[in-house]
């Protein structure tokens, strides 16, 4: 008998979760660049819910099953879920330490079970991540900050010295220890589950104690390490950082499998662009290009610290969420979610629904382009799309974000042409851009299928052109954006 199964077994018996086939894994696939499971391409198509609405009036268990069902039936197939933070209380049902800092607490696990259970019936795949930053910052330093409701603070039976204790995290033992526990529990528990995409191990973690308190990178290396042996290696792992830029030691180190992007826009941690869509694709063409290995936008939205920045909100999500693939990023941007927030609950799942409908459409033209080849197994490089001419654009891209990826000899490519006034604060994008010509340099000569995609509709018109030198083609009118897809005709 495989060893394999028989752990998988042995843990189901210890109330974890029947596995799958360990083919429902994801995996980096040979580019790269993107995910697969099993065989197939995996294309992350999904966003964050956190936590459970609290304004939804369902319990979270049914929060989480119809939102999955809801999410599965419209082609999505990924949520990003906190298991913290580890506050006394929290306010997210599903924190694991929610009394102490050394049991999990029972009714949180079991909540993560239903949820993980939701997530395998509805072949949703779950980026878990077991705490956040904002245990282990003072509460002087922002709202966010809860040091004083920190399991680890020493005021609430914690190991850590209830002044500045939250510094010393990274390097006290009893804090290591119980950390390390909670990560074994996890894995014990729900690692069985090819419905976990990866674990993450915080949210935002750079903004716990000032990004670089002594002992941070010793700490990734360590538990990051200890979590694959635990887990036998077979979730990927991830780590996430308020910095856009994320951080080069732990995103470039060997023990984590593919980066994170946070895009909020944010002008007080330097200089941003309110062009999401933009910004979004870029961060994921620089981190795959740095680091060699995948990337995700794993939280994004406009800066909701300045106020009028989310004018133009959805349209903003809309173009952020679609932007990434274009520039080599491995799905959708993952948007933050505003339950019960900024957006009515029911509105916002419908909106979001309606998008993941026509990307999952997206993903399928380009499937079936590429037969039984994953996306993973086509080693891709940035594409040139010289806009000659329009309308509504100026040469040279000022008016026109162009983007695109091709395929080794042009296997397929995904190109993407985006309003560029099109961003947070912006008014609604409404103008047409009518007769847009690309050049697209590095296409092989030979005869080619354009798709041309309306992201909004899902709806696409497909026609046949020649290449010589390059392949030229014009648009049909569109506003805000448009994707196209290019494959050999054989
Ligand atoms: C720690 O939390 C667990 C789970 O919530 C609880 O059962 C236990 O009594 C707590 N231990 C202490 C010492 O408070």
Redesign the pocket.
Known sequence: MAPLTTVLALLSLLGGHVAHSDSDFVTVGANHLHFQAGDSSFVPIGLNIAWPDKHSGTSTEDYYEEYFSDLSASGGNVARVWLGPNLVDSFNPLALL???Y??V??AAAGLVDSLVASAEKHSVKLLLTFDSFNGLCPSFASGNCKWGDSVYNSAN?GPLNSQVGYLAFWTDATAKKAFKALLKFASDRWGGSSAVFAWELFNEVDLAGYDLPFGFYDWHEEMAGYLRKVDGGRHLITESFGLVAGNKFVDGSDSFDFTSTHNYARTSRGPQSPNVAKSNAGWSKDKTNWYKKPSIVGEFGCDDTVPDADANFRHTLHAGLWSPIFRGGAGTGLSWFWAGEAMDDDFEREWFLAEFRSYSKFVGVVGAELGARPLGDVPFEELSVHVLESSGASEGGEELDAFGIVGEAGAVSLIWLHDAKDTCGSDTPTRSFEGVQIWLKNIPDGDWKVTWFDTETGASTEETVGSVGGLTITAPSFVQDIAIVVSPII
């Open positions: 929610r009394h102490n050394t049991t607490d029972p039976g």
